[in-house]
Nanobody
Framework: QVQLVESGGGLVQAGGSLSLSCASS????????MGWFRQAPGKDREFVAAVSRSGGSTGYADSVKLRFTISRDGAKNTVHLQMNNLKPEDTAVYYC?????????????????WGQGTQVTVSS
């Protein structure tokens, strides 16, 4: 069992930045890949970014490439998502997840545990 707690969401103007964090506990941090997904009202949950078990490889959705950066801190069992140049279309609830399958998993079914989510709102 893995417990995930997200933090760092909030309200920001377009062009601004936010940093999300996800603290994990319950199993060896280095044994799973980690990812971020988001879900806007009326839309399906979509992949945002993922990082491999070692932290050496990452993957991003095309919509966030060059704006978002995912990283993991093994000493603190935490994964971060730095979001720059935010746009109104980035508004969503952001979810952290862990997965035991796949190198840099990009599909929701590849993840085994999910956090409760944190709201990110970008005003125009």
């Amino acid at each position: 069992q893995v417990q995930l707690v997200e933090s760092g969401g909030g309200l920001v103007q377009a062009g601004g930045s936010l940093s999300l964090s996800c603290a994990s506990s319950g199993r060896t941090f280095s044994s799973y890949a980690m990812g971020w997904f988001r879900q806007a009202p009326g839309k399906d949950r979509e992949f945002v970014a993922a990082v491999s078990r070692s932290g050496g490889s990452t993957g991003y959705a095309d919509s966030v490439k060059l704006r978002f950066t995912i990283s993991r801190d093994g000493a603190k069992n935490t994964v971060h998502l730095q979001m720059n140049n935010l746009k109104p279309e980035d508004t969503a609830v952001y979810y952290c997840a862990v997965g035991y399958s796949g190198y840099v998993p990009t599909r929701a079914y590849e993840y085994d545990y999910w956090g409760q989510g944190t709201q990110v709102t970008v005003s125009s």
